[in-house]
């Protein structure tokens, strides 16, 4: 488990670089953070990539759109390295829509994420709050609302001790709900 460094902060987004899935939203949330608290020291770490050519185009423009100073940009991996991936990510998010196929779809990174000890931040899908208390580990959100989700990462920046309290509640979590094995991979 990482700790949080004092004005610092990397916020991650893993799979497929598309506006369904989110990225469209994760980046306006960076914005939001970045004009709230201009002097803080905001890393971007991206793992996945575009799938389709409207894909390419779309996260294209949104690099340019923004322009933020520090991005990292990783090719996706196996889930057997996937948390190797990340380790370097304060928060951990996933702000794709709301709509009938994600309400329904656990994304199973959140389990990855809760392994690792890392706080997360995700959209509120009915999956999500059946299978996994997320309130002792981080928020389930609206993810059109950029302003309020910036609020949160700025709560979390300003208040250390809740930071340090999601990420071990996430690893007790996981550890709980899971005794350490996750399809067969040792976490």
């Known amino acids: 488990m990482k700790k949080l460094e004092p004005n610092k902060v990397t916020l991650c987004y893993t799979g497929q670089f598309s506006e369904e899935k989110g ?3 994760f980046f306006a949330v960076i914005d939001g953070v970045k004009k709230k608290k201009p002097d803080l020291d ?7 990539g575009a799938r389709k050519e409207k894909d390419e185009k779309y996260f294209s423009d949104l690099l340019s759109k923004y322009q933020f100073e520090k991005v990292k940009i ?16 304060d928060i951990c998010f996933d702000l794709r829509t709301m709509n009938y196929e994600n309400h329904h779809c656990l994304p199973i990174k959140i389990f990855y994420y809760a392994a690792s000890g890392k706080p997360v931040i995700y959209t509120d899908l009915k999956a999500t709050r059946q ?5 002792k580990f ?21 208040n250390p001790e809740l930071y340090s309290a999601h990420a071990q ?17 040792r976490l």
């Open 169 to 185: 509640n996430a690893r007790k979590e996981y550890e709980k709900n899971t005794t350490g094995m996750l399809f067969g991979i």
């Open 131 to 135: 299978h996994a208390d997320v309130s």
């Open 74 to 89: 990783q090719k996706a991996t196996s889930f057997e390295t996937f948390t190797e991936s990340y380790k370097d990510a």
């Open 138 to 158: 981080g928020f389930l959100v609206d993810p059109k609302n950029a302003d309020a989700i910036a609020d949160i990462v700025l709560k979390y920046i300003e």
């Open 42 to 48: 905001v890393s971007v770490l991206l793992i996945g």
């Open 23 to 25: 990225l469209g939203n």
